[in-house]
C-alpha cells in the first residue's frame, strides 16, 4: 500500500512538538501540504515547516483563546484556498488536585476544557461548512485511552475533555457521513513527549513500560502512521471509531 496525500492540505494543531510535531511530518512525507500550527514553540513549527517543505507554513494560535481558535481555520484558508483534513491534537494534562484550592481546581478544569475540548469543537464547526463546500473532508481527533478507561483523580478534567472529544466525533461521523465528511479518533496511551515525561520521571520508565503489553514505551512515530492511514481516505468506513494505540495497556 502506497499512501499519496498530494494536493491535500491538512492542519495539524500542536504540530510543534510531540505527537503532532510526527504526524505533521509523517502526513508531509506522503505528499501533503501541512499547515503547523503551534501556540508558544514558534522556533520548534518554523524549523518544522523547513524540514517538510511542500508549502508547509506556521500557524499560531492560543487555542486557550476562542476566537484565536476560530481564526485559525479561517488563517489556513485564506493561505492555503481549502483545508482537506483537520487533525485535532493540540492537548494538555494539568495535574489538579480535588481536594485542593476550589478556585485552582475550576480554573484548571476551565482551562483543560477550553484547550481541549472548546477549540477542538470550534475547529470542527468551522470545518463542516467548509468540507461540505468542497465534497466532504476527514477530522481526526487525538483523545486518550482515558477517555474510555478514565484516569486517576489528579486528572479528572483531563479524562472528561478527552470523552467529550470521542462523542463529538461520534456524532459528527454520524451526522455528516452523507456528505462525505468522516471523523475519527485515535486513542494513545504514554506516549514518550513532554506530556509523558512528568508521569515517567515521577514512576520511572520501567513502571510505565511494565503497564503495557510491549517491551517498550510507545513513540510518536507509532501514532503518526495510522493518520496518514485515516487521511488518506482507504479506512473512510470505520468513520465514527476510535482506535487505540496504547499497547494494550487499555482495549475499549
Ligand atoms: N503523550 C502522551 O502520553 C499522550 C497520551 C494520550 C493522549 N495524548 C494526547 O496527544 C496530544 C498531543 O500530546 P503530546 O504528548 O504530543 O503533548 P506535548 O508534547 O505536550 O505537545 C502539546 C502540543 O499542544 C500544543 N498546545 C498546548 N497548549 C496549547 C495552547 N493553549 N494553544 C496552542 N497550542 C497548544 C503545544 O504547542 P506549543 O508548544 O507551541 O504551545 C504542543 O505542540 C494531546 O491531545 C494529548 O492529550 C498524549
Request: aromatic letters at 6%.
Amino acid at each position: 500500500m502506497h499512501i499519496k496525500l498530494n494536493n491535500k492540505v491538512v492542519l495539524v494543531t500542536g504540530a510543534s512538538r510531540g505527537i503532532g510535531r510526527e504526524i505533521a511530518k509523517q502526513l508531509g512525507a506522503a505528499g501533503a501540504k501541512v499547515a503547523v500550527h503551534y501556540g508558544r514553540s514558534s522556533e520548534e513549527a518554523v524549523s518544522l515547516c523547513k524540514e517538510i517543505g511542500r508549502g508547509a507554513e506556521a500557524f499560531r494560535a492560543d487555542l486557550a483563546d476562542a476566537g484565536e481558535a476560530h481564526a485559525l481555520f479561517k488563517n489556513v484558508v485564506a493561505e492555503y484556498g481549502q483545508i482537506d483534513i483537520l487533525v485535532n491534537n493540540a492537548g494538555i494534562a494539568v495535574l489538579s488536585e480535588v481536594e485542593g484550592e476550589y478556585d485552582e481546581w475550576l480554573s484548571d478544569w476551565n482551562r483543560t476544557m477550553d484547550i481541549n475540548t472548546r477549540a477542538s469543537a470550534i475547529l470542527i464547526r468551522s470545518a463542516i461548512p467548509h468540507f461540505k463546500q468542497h465534497g466532504g473532508g476527514k477530522i481526526i481527533n487525538i483523545a486518550s485511552r482515558a477517555a474510555f478507561r478514565g484516569d486517576t483523580e489528579e486528572y479528572l478534567a483531563y479524562a472528561a475533555s478527552k470523552g467529550a472529544m470521542v462523542s463529538l466525533s461520534r456524532s459528527v461521523a454520524r451526522a455528516y457521513g452523507k456528505e462525505n465528511i468522516t471523523s475519527f479518533v485515535i486513542a494513545p496511551g504514554f506516549v514518550r513527549t513532554d506530556m509523558a515525561q512528568d508521569a515517567i520521571d515521577a514512576y520511572g520508565e520501567d513502571y510505565v513500560v511494565g503497564g503495557l503489553a510491549l517491551n517498550k514505551l510507545t513513540e510518536p512515530k507509532d501514532v503518526a502512521p495510522m493518520v496518514v492511514l485515516l487521511a488518506s481516505g482507504l479506512a473512510d468506513h470505520a468513520t465514527g471509531n476510535s482506535i487505540d494505540i496504547n499497547a494494550a495497556s487499555y482495549v475499549h
